[in-house]
């Protein structure tokens, strides 16, 4: 069992940053990837970027890998989502998953942090 919580969410305006952390408990996260998701009001949960635990292995959608770069820290068993120049459509539920091994599907998932971009 894995056990992920997310932090950093907030209200902020237009062109701001913001670094959301997912913080893994449980047991080790050796061959898991882990992913970041978003839900807007309305809409499905949406892909947006992954890690390979174990060699940093990362992937993030196109249309958003120029603003949001995902990392890890193995010491802190915490991933990182790091997104600048937000725009009012980057408002949504961001939430973390874990998958057993790269493909496999996201078994775990943290509760959510609120994101909210004011123009």
């Known amino acids: 069992q894995v056990r992920l919580v997310e932090s950093g969410g907030g209200l902020v305006q237009a062109g701001d940053s913001l670094r959301l952390a997912c913080e893994a408990s449980?047991?080790?996260?050796?061959?898991?990837?882990m992913g970041w998701f978003r839900q807007a009001p309305g809409t499905g949960r949406d892909f947006l970027a992954n890690?390979?635990?174990?060699?940093?292995?990362?992937y993030t959608l196109d249309s958003v890998k120029d603003r949001f770069i995902i990392s890890r820290d193995k010491a802190k068993s915490t991933v990182y989502l790091q997104m600048n120049g937000l725009t009012p459509q980057d408002t949504a539920v961001y939430y973390c998953?874990?998958?057993?091994?790269?493909?496999?599907?996201?078994?775990?998932w943290g509760q959510g942090t609120q994101v909210t971009v004011s123009s």
């Open positions: 449980g047991r080790s996260l050796d061959s898991y990837a």
């Open positions: 998953a874990a998958a057993p091994f790269p493909g496999t599907t996201y078994d775990y």
């Open positions: 890690i390979v635990w174990t060699d940093g292995v990362t």
